[in-house]
């Protein structure tokens, strides 16, 4: 057996578990087989089966299994959700589940920050902001659902957020446990002091790498080359360029870090402004290369959102209930842009749609639906975007499951990566895949289908 086969199937130590009964009451602790299961997914395709599920419900409870893991060298995994698509919160291990109470709000400054604990839903923490027209920057599909502690530890971004609004760019403070128990709470002068004395070398350390970043000035600017797009792979090393003050530092590097570098106890945002006017169209360009030129003049305009849907997007849903016949009309190789403009008033709304429609006038159209402020209308053009992820899984073959990934390529270059990609999925004959995406950050979903139990589709894969 080899070393990872073994580790595997080692059973966690006597002495942990024995403290573990000590620190969690029975009825928040799961081993048996059908509750290890049940928790060995999340919204991904992956399966990892825990050994132990921990749920918390206090900080205390996290600082002492955190003492404790980190003496045992047992590993460790966090979660709040679980909507993940990407299996950040599955365990082969211990796996810790936010309980109950986690749902501390606080509204700062007539809703310009609100402090949050990690269980709150981000749809709940924006209900809390609405009358004062503010809301938290992130903006995922999962929002509904989606816990404050995935939506920071992912960097979870979304449909209106891009780059600018995500947690990364919005945070004003952060508490955290570090996996040797420690707190510290950067709006907390006292805890912050603590920290500085119990911590200095850490600290330091940041700040040296933070030096030593900035001083290198080809791999600063590849940095920054990198994450001027949407990119939420690995660490966020922009921090080491963007911060020189080490706690700022290590704050951002928590974000995005999917728990691999602590246990977010409490986030801050600077809120962002929630327009009450608003309205969504939908342009169908006659071909890619036309839909991705009209992007980056679509950018330096008034919009809140601009999702790109590529012909077999459009195609998954044209036979649901409450689409447009149109739709089934359209040409093979269509491809539309769904846009929407937010504003403080109705008047500045209308100013809005006509700079964005006298921005693309002189691109070739295939179909349009005009700007609308009915809900029901801009509720549709969006059920057309938000139904195009369900619809692959609805056709897939028994035994097959649901990929999606994401890619981005620079605003400029849009139409090559969406061709490349339209070209690879034909290649390898994925006839059911769809392409959709952020298209003012060149972000790009593609879905398909894929079954893992025979060579020749791995191979494919």
């Given at each position: 057996?080899?070393?990872?086969a073994?580790?595997?199937?080692?059973?966690?130590?006597a002495?942990?578990?024995?403290?573990?009964?000590?620190?969690i009451?029975?009825?928040?602790?799961?081993d048996?087989?059908?509750?290890?299961?049940?928790?060995?997914?999340?919204?991904s395709?992956?399966?990892?089966?825990?050994?132990?599920?921990v749920?918390?419900?206090?900080?205390?409870?996290?600082?002492?299994?955190l003492?404790?893991?980190?003496?045992?060298?047992?590993?460790?995994?966090?979660?709040?959700?679980?909507?993940?698509?990407s299996?950040?919160?599955?365990?082969?291990?211990?796996l810790?589940?936010?309980?109950?109470?986690?749902?501390?709000r606080?509204?700062?400054?007539?809703?310009?920050?609100?402090r949050?604990?990690?269980?709150?839903?981000?749809?709940?923490?924006?209900?809390?902001?609405?009358?004062?027209q503010r809301?938290?920057?992130?903006?995922?599909?999962?929002?509904?659902?989606?816990?404050?502690?995935?939506?920071?530890a992912?960097?979870?971004?979304?449909?209106?957020?891009?780059?600018?609004?995500?947690?990364?760019k919005t945070?004003?403070?952060l508490?955290v446990?570090?996996?040797?128990?420690t707190?510290?709470?950067?709006?907390?002068?006292?805890?912050?002091?603590?920290?500085?004395?119990?911590?200095?070398?850490?600290?330091?350390?940041?700040?040296?790498?933070?030096?030593?970043?900035?001083?290198?000035?080809?791999?600063?600017?590849?940095?920054?080359?990198?994450?001027?797009?949407?990119?939420t792979?690995?660490?966020?090393?922009?921090?080491?360029?963007?911060?020189?003050?080490?706690?700022?530092?290590?704050?951002h590097?928590?974000?995005?870090?999917?728990?691999?570098l602590?246990?977010?106890?409490?986030?801050t945002?600077?809120?962002?402004p929630?327009?009450?006017?608003?309205?969504s169209?939908?342009?169908?360009?006659?071909?890619v290369?036309?839909?991705?030129?009209?992007?980056?003049?679509?950018k330096?305009?008034?919009?809140?959102?601009?999702?790109?849907?590529?012909?077999?997007?459009?195609?998954?849903?044209?036979?649901?209930?409450?689409?447009?016949?149109?739709?089934?009309?359209?040409?093979?190789?269509?491809?539309?842009?769904?846009?929407?403009?937010?504003?403080?008033?109705?008047s500045?709304l209308?100013?809005?749609?006509?700079?964005?429609m006298?921005?693309?006038?002189?691109?070739?159209?295939?179909?349009q639906?005009?700007?609308s402020?009915d809900?029901?209308?801009?509720?549709?053009?969006?059920?057309i975007?938000?139904?195009t992820?369900?619809?692959?899984?609805?056709?897939?073959?028994?035994?097959?499951?649901?990929?999606?990934?994401?890619?981005?390529?620079?605003?400029?270059?849009?139409?090559?990566?969406?061709?490349?990609?339209?070209?690879?999925?034909?290649?390898?004959?994925?006839d059911?895949?769809?392409?959709?995406?952020?298209?003012?950050?060149?972000?790009?979903?593609?879905?398909?289908?894929?079954?893992?139990?025979?060579?020749?589709?791995?191979?494919?894969?």
């Amino acid at each position: 057996m080899n070393a990872a086969a073994q580790l595997e199937r080692a059973p966690l130590p006597a002495a942990f578990l024995r403290e573990v009964e000590r620190l969690i009451p029975v009825e928040r602790r799961f081993d048996d087989p059908l509750s290890t299961l049940a928790f060995g997914t999340d919204a991904s395709f992956y399966r990892l089966i825990p050994k132990l599920v921990v749920r918390v419900e206090s900080e205390a409870e996290v600082i002492a299994l955190l003492k404790l893991t980190h003496a045992e060298n047992v590993p460790v995994t966090f979660r709040a959700a679980g909507t993940s698509l990407s299996g950040q919160a599955i365990s082969d291990s211990v796996l810790i589940v936010l309980g109950d109470n986690w749902n501390g709000r606080e509204i700062r400054n007539g809703g310009e920050q609100i402090r949050l604990q990690p269980g709150v839903i981000g749809a709940n923490a924006n209900a809390v902001l609405a009358p004062f027209q503010r809301k938290i920057g992130p903006d995922p599909a999962s929002i509904n659902a989606a816990k404050i502690g995935g939506i920071v530890a992912n960097n979870s971004s979304g449909m209106c957020c891009g780059t600018a609004q995500n947690t990364y760019k919005t945070l004003a403070g952060l508490r955290v446990v570090l996996a040797d128990g420690t707190v510290v709470d950067s709006e907390d002068a006292s805890s912050v002091a603590a920290f500085r004395q119990s911590h200095a070398a850490l600290l330091e350390q940041l700040s040296e790498l933070g030096r030593e970043t900035r001083a290198n000035t080809e791999l600063a600017a590849k940095i920054r080359h990198k994450y001027r797009l949407k990119n939420t792979t690995g660490f966020s090393l922009n921090a080491l360029v963007d911060y020189d003050e080490p706690l700022d530092i290590l704050s951002h590097l928590m974000v995005g870090s999917e728990g691999t570098l602590g246990f977010i106890s409490a986030v801050t945002y600077d809120t962002v402004p929630d327009h009450p006017h608003k309205a969504s169209a939908l342009v169908v360009f006659p071909d890619v290369e036309t839909c991705c030129l009209a992007v980056p003049v679509l950018k330096q305009q008034p919009v809140s959102a601009v999702e790109l849907l590529d012909r077999r997007s459009l195609r998954s849903v044209e036979h649901k209930a409450g689409m447009p016949e149109w739709v089934k009309e359209l040409s093979p190789t269509a491809c539309a842009l769904l846009i929407e403009s937010r504003a403080a008033s109705q008047s500045l709304l209308h100013e809005q749609i006509n700079l964005i429609m006298t921005s693309i006038a002189h691109f070739p159209v295939e179909k349009q639906v005009d700007f609308s402020e009915d809900p029901v209308v801009y509720n549709q053009l969006w059920k057309i975007r938000k139904d195009t992820f369900p619809a692959v899984g609805a056709v897939r073959q028994t035994g097959t499951t649901v990929i999606i990934e994401d890619v981005t390529f620079p605003v400029e270059r849009l139409a090559e990566g969406v061709n490349r990609l339209i070209e690879l999925l034909d290649k390898h004959r994925y006839d059911e895949a769809i392409l959709f995406g952020h298209a003012l950050e060149g972000n790009l979903h593609f879905v398909f289908t894929q079954g893992f139990d025979d060579p020749a589709q791995v191979a494919r894969y």
